[in-house]
């Protein structure tokens, strides 16, 4: 097994931010980012890593970004010929660090639906709408939508995104830009599911980020991930039902079973957990790369 990276140490190197997954330096000017194997539940990071889930994060991102290349350009440089002052940093970085060049992010989550779960289910069974949207009555959770939805959402820097109609979006971003990022966003998506679900898997909703460089518009942070999209296994899909998914399942089960009140700290998870949940990442990204996580 590959070193577990709970948090980087790069010193010497720039230290910028460390979100709740991801720990991001400045290397020459360019963004070096580093998927760790942090897990958060509940908007609260957990104490226990999950071996290989930074790695996962990381290869399916790249493995989206150059499939999809043609789409629209994305932030990665080089996730392999890293500067000399990295060398030092190789375990902490192995497979799991992408860098990338710098851009201006929108103030804006993108998120495409292709199927009524999560948020959307519940916006949808309160007032028949998802962000606005109007959808045909008579849906069941888990229902595959007539046709994908562009759905923003705020960027929180803390606690959970909320959901914006179109016009919000076109507000904060200009009705231009949030027309283009729409279309993007819808093509990405449709193109995605319709590989994925060969492959075995349903790619129900997922989020993307956009930059800016000047005026052009840049794909960034990760892509068509399980920490960024809703993945269910093809199998066994029936709607009317929340559906198995191949994420952090385990460990939200886990959690609402031992009656925990969702406020920091985490508890710590046990090994059956971590190793079920360790075992989904890599999963999904066999199914949808062909070939067991290197």
Known sequence: MNAVVWETSLPGIHFLNRGKVRDIYDVGNRLLIVATDRLSAFDVVLPTPIPDKGRVL????????????????NHVLTATDFPPELAAYRAQLDGRAMLCQR?????????????LSGSGWKDYRAAGKVCGIALPAGLRESERLPEAIFTPATKAAAGHDENISFDEAASRIGGELAERVRTISLEIYRRAAAYAEPRGIIVA????????????LIWIDEALTPDSSRFWPADGYQPGRAQPSFDKQYVRDYLERIGWNKQPPGPKLPPDVVAATRAKYREAHRKLTGHELR
């Not at 990381?58 to 350009?73: A, C, E, K």
């Not at 909703?205 to 052009?216: C, I």
């Open 103 to 115: 851009t201006k992010p929108l103030p804006i989550e993108c998120v495409v639906r292709g199927y």
């Open 58 to 73: 990381t290869q399916l991102s790249l493995f989206w970004f150059n499939l999809l290349r043609d789409v629209i350009p």
């Open 205 to 216: 909703d997922t989020k993307f980020e956009f930059g800016l460089d000047g005026d052009q």
